[in-house]
């Protein structure tokens, strides 16, 4: 998932916020981000989906674990694999839960990238429209 922070306030034109404002407009914008997202997503899903990926996305350990068996061989998987390239630690968890999610959208919502994509572009460019009004109101 996309994390906000100076990147962000630089693609934006608001590298110039001052500091006592960055961590709240960044956290702001994060959850803008997971609300447009999650909106986007649930559009063409069946009840039962929103369902499940509510119980992933709330770490259910009964979900996890019914993911991961049917997962099988997953600690051989690529999604596995590039988790535990990208610093997870083999069995955590943390790695458990983001390979279900994982597997979960390439399954359910196979367009996930582009909906991320999609999003953070059409939030990015909503902000710079409105760059001079927030840094005059700060």
């Known amino acids: 998932?996309?994390?906000?922070?100076?990147?962000?306030?630089?693609?934006?034109?608001?590298?110039?916020?001052?500091?006592?404002?960055?961590?709240?407009?960044?956290?702001?914008?994060?959850?803008?981000f997971e609300m447009r997202i999650g909106k986007k997503m649930s559009e063409g899903m069946t009840n039962d989906q929103l369902d499940e990926f509510s119980r992933i996305a709330e770490n259910d350990e009964a979900t996890i674990q019914a993911q991961l068996a049917q997962a099988g061989d997953y600690k051989n998987s690529q999604i596995y694999q590039s988790l535990l390239n990208n610093g997870g630690?083999?069995?955590?968890?943390?790695?458990?839960?983001?390979?279900?999610?994982?597997?979960?959208?390439?399954?359910?919502?196979?367009?996930?990238?582009?909906?991320?994509?999609t999003v953070l572009q059409d939030l990015q460019a909503e902000i710079r429209s409105q760059k001079d009004a927030i840094l005059a109101a700060v």
């Open 1 to 32: 998932m996309q994390k906000f922070g100076d990147d962000f306030l630089e693609s934006v034109g608001l590298s110039a916020l001052p500091e006592a404002q960055r961590a709240g407009f960044l956290e702001y914008a994060q959850d803008q």
């Open 89 to 117: 630690v083999d069995g955590s968890k943390e790695i458990l839960n983001d390979f279900v999610t994982a597997t979960w959208l390439n399954k359910n919502c196979p367009n996930y990238a582009q909906i991320l994509e």
